[in-house]
């Protein structure tokens, strides 16, 4: 069974930036594809970022140029890297582990909100 735990959220205001930490307890980390996934209130969960085990990255529209996703697997934890944030990122904020064709694995979420 894999652990995920989340850091790094809190209150930033509007143009701030914030860093979120996952780190995972499987030793088999590194084949998995990592993701970042955010629910606001009344919204659905949606995926911002991922990362395969062979580097191929995706970013939500909504935060392309802004969100920086990356790992290290030697420290079996991924990153979100959160620049020029806006009210509308507000939400909390989920990494999951994906092996086969769906997540299998969510970390318990951290809340990031921006606001002035």
């Known amino acids: 069974q894999v652990q995920l735990v989340e850091s790094g959220g809190g209150l930033v205001h509007p143009g701030g930036s914030l860093r979120l930490s996952c780190a995972a307890s499987a030793s088999t980390f590194s084949g998995y594809t990592m993701g970042w996934h955010r629910q606001a209130p009344g919204n659905e969960r949606e995926l911002v970022a991922s990362i395969t085990s062979g580097g191929t990255i995706h970013y939500a529209d909504s935060v392309k140029g802004r969100f920086t996703i990356s790992r290290d697997n030697a420290k079996n934890t991924v990153y979100l890297e959160m620049n020029s944030l806006k009210p509308e990122d507000t939400a909390v904020y989920y990494c999951?582990?994906?092996?086969?064709?769906?997540?299998?694995?969510w970390g318990q979420g951290t809340q990031v909100t921006v606001s002035p």
């Open positions: 999951a582990a994906r092996w086969g064709f769906s997540y299998n694995a």
